[in-house]
Nanobody, 120 residues
């Protein structure tokens, strides 16, 4: 079982940057794929980015490619999302999620979310 806690959200102007962090605790030694999702008001939750257990393979939604970077520090059990050139469409609650073995892209554990608001 894993426990995920996000931080780093806030209010930023368009064109600005934020760095989200997700601290993972629990049975982290089993290895897990980590991902970020977001949910804007009145919209479905959507995939943002994912990173495999050793940090070599990453995936991004088309809407954030080139602007966001996912990374992880397995010593600190922390996953990061560096967000640059933010725009108002990025406003959402951002959630960290983990997919534990079998690694089947079913995200078993979720954090509570952190709010990101981008003003125009």
């Amino acid at each position: 079982q894993l426990h995920l806690v996000e931080s780093g959200g806030g209010l930023v102007q368009a064109g600005g940057s934020l760095r989200l962090s997700c601290v993972v605790s629990g049975r982290t030694f089993t290895g897990y794929t980590a991902a970020w999702f977001r949910q804007a008001p009145g919209k479905e939750r959507e995939f943002v980015s994912a990173i495999n257990p050793n940090g070599v393979v990453t995936q991004y939604a088309d809407s954030v490619t080139g602007r966001f970077t996912i990374s992880r520090d397995n010593v600190k059990d922390t996953v990061y999302l560096e967000m640059n050139n933010l725009n108002p469409e990025d406003t959402a609650v951002y959630y960290c999620a983990a997919d534990v073995p079998p690694l089947d892209y079913v995200y078993d554990y979720w954090g509570q979310g952190t709010q990101v608001t981008v003003s125009s």
